[in-house]
């Protein structure tokens, strides 16, 4: 167990759906950091928040957005979902915001079907 | 760009076998580099990284890494794997400017009993 919670463990929508994923880091971490994992793209980073704020944006979606709340838990929208949206969407958590030296400890990922 | 190659996409090994999991990086400038694993429905797992100093890095369950920079490598060993090393590994790297990490394509090993 990493201490990074993750819910829900699946989810199954449909096409053009919005849909929220939900994070809690490891107590005491302030980042946050969504990947998402597909068979065609791999793992790939999808945005961090530090304390609140955006830190760092990678290959994200304009469809998808994040937030981080006071309480450092994180969601992760997704919106007008289509098909090649389905995935498993990890979040991971460190102490820091950067320096690249972190270890990020990971959550168990949210399986989204988008059929 | 900034990127992270793993040349075997799937690998199938009988216990006690030695492995050998290849990595190469191209990034410029200074490199932190970490090798996760992800167990049959579990999450990632960080496995050992590298940040300087000593380029042979030992990390959990007997697994060791080696930074060669001049071959922009850094490969997985194990002297001896068992069938519980089954999973799937994957090599990262995130550069002194921020922890968000780039992997490769990961590597599925099984191991036979």
């Known amino acids: 167990d990493s201490g990074v919670t993750q819910t829900p463990k699946h989810l199954i929508t449909a096409t053009g759906q919005r849909v929220t994923l939900r994070c809690s880091p490891r107590s005491g971490d302030l980042s946050v950091y969504w990947y998402q994992q597909s068979l065609d793209q791999g793992l790939q980073f999808l945005i961090q928040?530090?304390?609140?704020?955006?830190?760092a944006k990678g290959n994200i979606l304009e469809r998808f957005s994040a937030q981080q709340f006071p309480d450092l838990h994180s969601e992760l929208n997704l919106s007008s979902l289509e098909l090649g949206d389905s995935a498993l969407y990890f979040c991971?958590?460190?102490?820091?915001?950067?320096?690249?030296?972190?270890?990020?400890?990971f959550g168990p990922g949210t399986r989204l079907t988008v059929l | 760009a900034q990127s992270v190659s793993q040349h075997n996409h799937h690998v199938i090994l009988s216990e006690a076998a030695s492995l050998e999991l290849g990595c190469n990086y191209s990034y410029g400038g200074t490199v932190n580099l970490f090798w996760y694993v992800q167990y049959p429905g579990q999450h990632l797992q960080l496995l050992l990284k590298y940040f300087s100093g000593d380029p042979l890095v030992k990390g959990i369950k007997g697994f060791e890494a080696e930074f060669i920079k001049s071959k922009f490598s850094f490969n997985l060993r194990k002297p001896s794997v068992q069938w519980s090393d089954t999973a799937e590994y994957f090599c990262?790297?995130?550069?002194?400017?921020?922890?968000?990490?780039?992997f490769g394509g990961g590597t599925r090993l099984m191991v036979k009993p």
């Open positions: 928040y530090y304390n609140g704020e955006e830190r």
């Open positions: 990262a790297a995130t550069h002194n400017a921020g922890n968000m990490l780039t």
């Open positions: 991971a958590s460190t102490p820091s915001a950067g320096g690249g030296t972190d270890t990020q400890y």
